[in-house]
């Protein structure tokens, strides 16, 4: 089936400073990507829809400032968390959508912001 | 807020019985999936069920789907402890960005040897 990954799977960071995630589709191109985040025993919530070559939607009460996202290829998105803080602590997981076929999710990557 | 509920929110069982795992949903939908998440992990996808459909089965899983009520249930038969996880359903929603999903609140299941 598709592979999604994502790196890094754990980054450990100062509040205040910036971290980077990435999400690659390995053998598909996909045009749409998604980042959800998920909080320590809850569900996952979408964050914002990563197009290919234009901007990003955003979903509501997200900042589109502190989260930027790019995607710049066919083949990878990248999250970006600015000004870090501990409460941005969590899970972060990407997908992608192989076009007719169900969407593929990344392994997740675990921040924790000191 | 769109997101679906599960019900129960954790279920724990011993190794050879059933489980069952209720979904409710608030929009029309195209097709409904259920993932399974072990802890601190990514989502495995285990079975999509489209919309004009009823029943689905996949090994030992069942999935059901009822439109209109807006409700799924997930059924494992002959669980096992290394179905141990926590258990998503998903939907799109009819007239939005078909590709965008919206998760349920998840049902934690343990099961016991």
């Known amino acids: 089936g598709a592979v999604v990954s994502q790196h890094p799977s754990r980054v450990i960071c100062k509040s205040g400073t910036s971290v980077k995630i990435e999400c690659r589709s390995l053998d598909f191109q996909a045009t749409t990507m998604f980042w959800y985040r998920q909080f320590p025993k809850q569900s996952l919530m979408l964050m914002a829809t990563s197009n290919e070559g234009s901007k990003a939607t955003y979903e509501q009460g997200v900042e589109k400032d502190k989260f930027l996202i790019n995607h710049a290829s066919l083949t990878l998105s990248t999250l970006t968390v600015t000004s870090a803080h501990p409460e941005d602590s969590s899970f972060y997981i990407c997908s992608a959508r192989v076009p007719g076929y169900e969407q593929y999710f990344g392994p997740g990557t675990r921040l924790t912001v000191t | 807020s769109q997101q679906g509920e599960e019900d129960p929110q954790a279920l724990s069982i011993q190794e050879g019985e059933n489980a069952t795992m209720n979904c409710s949903y608030k929009?029309?939908?195209?097709?409904l999936q259920w993932y399974r998440q072990n802890s601190g992990r990514g989502l495995v996808h285990l079975i999509l069920i489209r919309s004009n459909e009823r029943e689905k089965h996949s090994g030992r899983l069942r999935v059901t789907l009822d439109t209109s009520k807006k409700s799924s249930s997930l059924l494992i038969t002959a669980s096992r402890a290394a179905d141990t996880a926590s258990y998503f359903c998903?939907?799109?929603?009819?007239?939005?960005?078909?590709?965008?999903?919206?998760f349920g609140t998840g049902t934690r299941l343990q099961v016991f040897p």
């Open positions: 998903a939907t799109d929603a009819v007239g939005y960005n078909t590709d965008k999903l919206i």
């Open positions: 929009t029309s939908i195209n097709n």
